[in-house]
């Protein structure tokens, strides 16, 4: 559908955003405030031998010096906790904060931090993923048997987490290997990555009293107040987040990361305290990156091109701590099984430690690796028995009924429609130059269902307010929450404001995480909108003299159904109620459950194998390869997504593009280097490859609409991380198409893409 | 502390260079090293950014002139430069972002040194001098002798580039500038290359030069030998433009690409700016910048 056709949709943000009315943190300015600088470790692996802040301290203009010592002395982390707010007996990579400085000035705060003296020892580096498994590592974590670990989590040495899936037997897996026709094994290692939010973060801190009001740029301000709460050990009612525009998180801005350093900083300095990132920082600090991967797939086929049995083995790099990637190993094990009907599955899966930076949820951790991992074996696997990449997928790809890599059986799903819906938009099959081609990919994500909370009320003058506890991070999720409302009480969409970001003010939900937005707060302000139509219905009746279940809300007015002329206008039973019980929803409505697997045999748990409301994806995308200098070009993409009932053409049409985008980053220029030192070498925009909007290519989208049960509102699945998973995938099969083999390394730059073209050549007897 | 004053002429101007200053214009290099702490700011700045002296391109019978403030986005839209200097436009318009061409200056951008400078390749196949004033005189160097290390430059502090001079061009010759990019913005050459090419009636080539971007400590000049001069711009010919090319640089390793793949990439890239050049001296219109118009790294 072109976007002309669709209805209009003004984000309640946009003209803020758009005309530079709006206001980030780096914007707010409080009286008396303080500027925070952070010291880093800038070593990736180290004991402490001496911190000495007593230099900093004595510089005129410096408020407050804080370390290790000033804070409460606790471990947190969920799952694995494994981390300090500073630096405490060891640093385990170059971003740790080891002390905070609040000073008069941002060139004073510097002066100080660089005069915080830190000795230290070297240790030995852990950066390698198998390097970090071999028996006799240098540990990360020398501690890690004495963790307070949640739930069933095996560990050992450098694994911080754990996870199998198995769909059969191990035993039962290798019986099928052994028994197929075809056996393709293949190792592929990807390179971790960043969110890179346009804003660099920043954090406001002022105390009250014994409360702390905290304005950062977070995507999940109930998270960061949590963390808040849990390492300054404060009640949740006396810590307050306010989130003013958020310039884009990816991701990168999930989790808590530093509100308690400056909380800790104003209370010590007895002033407001503000800190505000550059962009190197961004790139350093944060326990929030695209983790790198190494996947061994082998997988074995059946003479007619059916998929008899896949074993794997993944490790994940968590880097120096436990973020929230506890459950990414298992995430990735899913990823790399994919959403194929394979009988036999064995899949083992680790989170592994080194002195890099944390890993954390980055816009679908470990799925565009994992998928790029399957879905580029799987072109091998089409091409080893001789098969149309297309239509082994065809033939493999679950459907509707159809029993997944865990056992789980699908209800109604979209993925062949996907398939061959995207490989039509590319016009699949078509004869094309010889340095140009196809590659096609299948994607599948899972929607979280989970609490929310969300008040709506209407008041004297019938103007609307939806208070809610979403985040809104750029996706457009929250600004559709007022066309839910509006379609709820027969009103306009823009006869609503929304106050949102702000924990002291709204009810609960999760944050800009997980795609989660409209599927779980879209049902609460649904359930908040209809206990005010309810009650408008109530008034109308009396008024109209006719019985509530009659009342029809639409273009501002109750009315009698089937007559349209008998009708008040919301306005006027506003302004009625609010001389008495006023007009104010409450919505949290139950979440849809998760499925339940029988026999589900999976070590290590982490909730992600059985999924709920999965969403589906084919992207095919056409390349040209400049083979002279490997340099990419995509140069059209087709997209189908099933992500359920689209609520806003609009907005879902703006979150496969810019999906579709970061997919191509990733895929082609997008990767952290690090030096023999342990440290980042590209963390700048210049040598960190983005893709800019003159690289984008037509994007074509259609959205394959499925009502899906126990999902979000009018069966609306997640939407927001699903274009981000099959296009790295889709890219590599184009381009093992032009150069005649996989470039088994993600981001395939065109030094690597330029590589392999020499490898065939050197193959094929040819001079390179 | 740094001290900013604007000149209001360019007597003043060089006397404040005279007396220490340095000078700025649209501040892409001077400001943004500064913020990232390459080189602290001077004591005392100058702005040139006002003066006529410096603005404008001009074309006489003999010679180019284009003032030293004359900033990308003019080079890349100007048709004298875009019809007969077009090495020059090409590598204008692939420079930075629409902010960066639109501050940014042909005379910064030369004096500034960078061997990834993308407008300094054409201007050597050009036959570039660079016009260098003080209160007691003025100087024209050429780009090879001004071109001295990484940053580095063989002006004297007291010395402002008010112009870049070259000569007229002769009939039947067109000039093009390619670089290998791995984004359409925002990018700066891993590899580059600028040609010139002048041929005669029959379409053989009568004189032709070439440089190369990023390969080398300064924007390097490359020796053709006989691989052009009396033949057609044939496959034979452009294979050898790119061996010696490719023999000629002698590139680092660094973040965005090895040693290895630059000496392969350049002359790729030399090759491509050989026949782009041949094409336009033949007559034929290639829209600036070439990069954009053959495709991929400008490959056809």
């Not at chain 1, 020892?121 to 963790?147: K, N, Q, R, T």
């Amino acid at each position: 559908m072109a976007i002309t056709d669709t209805p209009r949709f003004v984000r309640a943000d946009g003209p803020d955003k758009v005309t530079g009315s709006g206001r980030y943190v780096a914007d707010l300015t409080l009286t008396g405030m303080l500027t925070a600088k952070l010291r880093y470790a800038g070593i990736a692996h180290a004991r402490i031998i001496k911190i000495d802040v007593s230099a900093a301290k004595a510089i005129p203009g410096v408020f407050s010096v804080l370390t290790a010592d000033d804070v409460p002395d606790l471990r947190y982390s969920p799952v694995v906790p494994d981390r300090h707010l500073f630096a405490k007996d060891t640093v385990r990579f170059e971003g740790e904060v080891i002390a905070a400085v609040a000073a008069i000035n941002a060139e004073v705060a510097q002066q100080a931090a660089d005069a915080v003296v830190f000795e230290y020892e070297e240790l030995p580096i852990v950066a390698d993923l198998e390097a970090a498994l071999a028996p006799g590592a240098p540990l990360v974590h020398e501690d890690w048997e004495s963790y307070d670990v949640t739930g069933d989590t095996p560990r050992d040495r450098n694994v911080a987490t754990f996870s199998s899936i198995t769909k059969g037997t191990k035993e039962g897996v290798d019986a099928a290997l052994a028994a197929a026709d075809i056996v393709v094994k293949q190792r592929y290692v990807a390179d971790g990555s960043h969110a890179a939010p346009i804003e660099p973060r920043g954090v406001v801190a002022q105390w009250e009293g014994n409360k702390v009001t905290i304005w950062t740029s977070t995507q999940v301000p109930f998270d960061a107040r949590n963390g808040v709460c849990e390492t300054l050990q404060m009640p949740s009612n006396r810590v307050r987040i306010i989130v003013p525009h958020l310039g884009g998180g990816f991701g990168g801005k999930c989790g808590f990361h530093f509100e308690a350093h400056i909380a800790a900083l104003a209370k010590a300095s007895k002033r407001p305290v503000k800190l505000v990132f550059s962009r190197e920082e961004e790139f350093l600090a944060p326990d929030r990156r695209r983790e790198s991967m190494i996947i061994d797939l082998e997988t074995g086929l059946n003479a007619d091109g059916t998929i008899a049995a896949r074993r794997g083995w993944v490790a994940v790099e968590n880097g120096a701590y436990t973020a929230d990637s506890a459950f990414f190993p298992q995430l990735a094990a899913m990823h790399v099984a994919g959403p194929y009907k394979i009988p036999f599955v064995h899949i083992d899966s680790s989170l592994v430690y080194t002195n890099h930076q944390p890993s954390g949820s980055v816009r679908a951790p470990t799925a565009p690796q994992g998928c790029w991992a399957c879905e580029t074996h799987t072109d091998e696997l089409a091409k080893a028995v001789g098969m149309d990449s297309v239509a082994f997928r065809k033939l493999n790809a679950i459907d509707t009924g159809d029993e997944g890599v865990v056992g789980q059986v699908y209800g109604e799903i979209g993925l062949q429609q996907c398939l061959d819906t995207a490989t039509e938009m590319a016009g699949y099959g078509q004869d094309l130059p010889d340095d140009e081609a196809i590659g096609v990919a299948l994607g599948w994500w899972p929607s979280f269902p989970g609490a929310s909370g969300a008040f709506v009320r209407l008041d004297a003058d019938g103007a609307g307010q939806i208070v809610t506890g979403a985040q809104e991070c750029g996706t457009g999720a929250v600004m559709t929450l007022r066309q839910l409302a509006a379609d709820e009480l027969g009103m306009d969409p823009e006869d609503f404001e929304i106050i949102y970001q702000d924990t002291g003010v709204a009810p609960y939900d999760t944050g800009a995480t997980g795609s989660q937005t409209l599927l779980n707060n879209g049902r609460a302000v649904v359930a908040a909108s209809e206990q005010i139509a309810e009650q408008l219905k109530d008034h109308a009746a009396n008024m109209l003299e006719a019985a509530a279940g009659d009342i029809v809300l639409a273009n501002g007015t109750a009315h009698v159904a089937g007559s349209p002329d008998k009708s008040v206008s919301i306005a006027e039973l506003a302004e009625v109620a609010a001389g008495g019980q006023m007009l104010i929803g409450k919505g949290s409505p139950v979440p849809p459950e998760y499925p339940e697997i029988p026999g589900m045999n999976c070590v290590g748990d982490q909730g992600v194998a059985a999924w709920a409301a999965p969403q589906f994806s084919c992207h095919a995308v056409r390349v040209r390869l400049d083979r002279d200098t490997g340099v990419a070009r995509v140069l059209a993409i087709a997209c189908a997504h099933d992500s359920g009932t689209i609520i806003n053409e609009i907005a879902a049409h703006g979150q496969v593009e810019g999906g579709v985008l970061m997919g191509i980053g990733q895929a082609l220029t997008e990767g952290t280097v690090y030096g023999e030192d342990g440290r980042q070498q590209n963390p700048a925009l210049l040598e960190y490859k983005l893709q800019t909007f003159a690289d984008a290519p037509p994007i074509s989208t259609a959205f394959i609409q499925i009502a899906t049960a126990e999902a979000g509102p009018r069966g609306a699945k997640g939407l927001a991380e699903a274009p981000n998973v099959p296009t790295a995938a889709a890219i590599s099969n184009a381009l093992a198409k032009i150069v005649g083999q996989p470039i088994r390394q993600l981001p395939m730059t065109a030094e690597r893409v330029w590589e392999a073209t020499l490898s065939i050549a050197d193959d094929s007897g040819e001079t390179a | 502390m740094t001290t900013f004053s604007i000149a209001q002429s360019l007597d003043q101007a060089l006397q404040a260079l005279a007396d220490g200053a340095r000078p700025v214009a649209g501040g892409t290099d001077l400001v943004v090293g500064s913020r990232q702490g390459k080189a602290p700011l001077p004591d005392t700045v100058i702005a040139i950014d006002r003066l006529d002296e410096l603005a404008g391109i001009s074309l006489s019978d003999d010679q180019l002139r284009i003032g030293a403030m004359v900033t990308h986005a003019q080079l890349m839209v100007d048709p004298i430069i875009a019809e007969h200097f077009s090495a020059i436009a090409d590598a204008a318009a692939l420079v930075g972002s629409p902010s960066t061409r639109n501050v940014g200056t042909l005379g910064g951008n030369v004096m500034n040194g960078s061997p990834a400078m993308d407008t300094g390749a054409p201007l050597i196949v050009l036959g570039a001098t660079a016009e260098l004033q003080t209160t007691s005189g003025n100087r024209q160097v050429t780009m090879e002798e001004l071109w001295v290390s990484p940053g580095k430059t063989s002006a004297n502090a007291d010395e402002l580039c008010v112009a870049l001079n070259m000569p007229a061009r002769p009939a039947n010759s067109g000039s093009a500038y390619v670089r290998l990019e791995y984004r359409r913005a925002m990018e700066i050459a891993v590899v580059g290359a600028a040609a010139s090419v002048t041929l005669d009636d029959g379409g053989m080539v009568t004189d032709a030069r070439v440089a190369l971007t990023a390969v080398a400590a300064t924007i390097l000049a490359v020796d053709l030998g006989d691989a052009l001069a009396g033949k057609p711009i044939d496959e034979a010919s452009l294979a050898a433009v790119a061996k010696i090319a490719s023999e000629t640089a002698t590139p680092i390793s660094d973040l965005r690409a090895t040693d290895r793949y630059r000496r392969h990439t350049v002359g790729v890239m030399a090759r491509r700016a050989v026949e782009a050049a041949g094409r336009r001296a033949g007559g034929e219109t290639i829209a600036i910048p070439v990069n954009r118009t053959l495709g991929i790294g400008a490959s056809q």
